[in-house]
């Protein structure tokens, strides 16, 4: 780190110490790595130096990859790493979200009741999983630091620190204020405003029985809910247009009177496309 007038900076750098595996090859930065390593030269502790140059550099924050069922297991047992309380950090880090009987089985409730569903490996919200999550973040019912603050509740009543009463009354305050916190929510009822229209980018997309359709008539994107034999769900209608990829559809008919399984796809403009699921190895598609 250092100082320069009233501005801090910080530098970060990887120095070899012993080359390793890498002394096989000779390879010491990484040449998959977007940002390869950086050495920083050496600089003594409270000297003053001049500087050379400086330049603005602009760059992206990369989103967090998407999580796996393994990655979100994972999450959940060494939960609380953004909590700011070191002593409800340390608490959820030792517990976790769940336990180990039930961590599995809260993760295939989000499938049941379609607020997650599988893209290959990954897990991918769906349009009503993302309302849910929409509705309820700021709320206390979503709050990480108090399932914190209940583990390090319990580690003082284990420890003899608290009576167990206190805890049971704090529970009882709890359930009631989060009850009356989302029976006072205001649910939008025209769910349409949510889903801009994947072609012209601009308006948004109004849900009919027969399609939904862009709003601009000179747009006039519109996708059939009745494809192939099969009517669209107000759900699957409103994943597509969030994820511009449907649930995987099954039992669609065919012109020849044969049964397939498929998603619908959007690509830039708005088309639809079909896109297959692989078939299973020594089995043949219909």
């Known amino acids: 780190k250092a100082r320069s007038r009233e501005f801090l900076f910080s530098a970060r750098g990887v120095d070899v110490i012993e080359a390793g595996w890498r002394a096989v090859n000779g390879m010491f930065n990484n040449e998959n790595s977007e940002e390869p390593e950086i050495s920083l030269p050496y600089v003594e502790t409270g000297k003053k130096y001049t500087v050379q140059s400086a330049q603005l550099l602009e760059k992206q924050t990369k989103p967090k990859p998407l999580h796996t069922e393994a990655s979100l297991l994972s999450a959940m047992e060494h939960g609380g790493k953004e909590l700011e309380n070191e002593d409800e950090r340390k608490a959820i880090r030792e517990s976790g979200i769940g336990t180990p009987a039930t961590r599995a089985s809260i993760i295939e409730t989000l499938f049941s009741r379609d607020y997650i569903e599988r893209q290959k490996k990954s897990l991918i919200p769906t349009a009503k999983g993302l309302k849910v999550y929409e509705a309820v973040k700021e709320k206390r019912i979503a709050d990480v630091a108090m399932t914190g603050m209940w583990e390090n509740t319990l580690l003082k009543i284990e420890n003899g620190e608290i009576p167990f009463e206190t805890f049971d009354k704090s529970i009882a305050i709890y359930a009631k204020q989060i009850t009356e916190e989302l029976l006072a929510m205001d649910f939008p009822q025209d769910e349409n405003n ?63 009177g044969k049964t397939f399984d498929a998603y619908i796809v959007l690509d830039d403009e708005g088309k639809m496309e079909f896109e297959f699921p692989a078939s299973p190895k020594g089995k043949r598609r219909k």
Do not use: Y
């Not at 072609?199 to 948004?204: L, P």
């Open 194 to 256: 949510f889903f801009v229209c994947p072609k012209c980018q601009k308006t948004t997309v109004k849900l009919f029985d027969k399609v939904a359709k862009c709003s601009d008539d000179v747009c006039n994107w519109l996708l059939f809910r009745n494809i192939c034999g099969k009517t669209l769900s107000k759900i699957e209608v409103m994943t597509i247009l969030t994820n511009k990829k449907s649930p995987l559809l099954k039992n669609l008919k065919s012109k020849a």
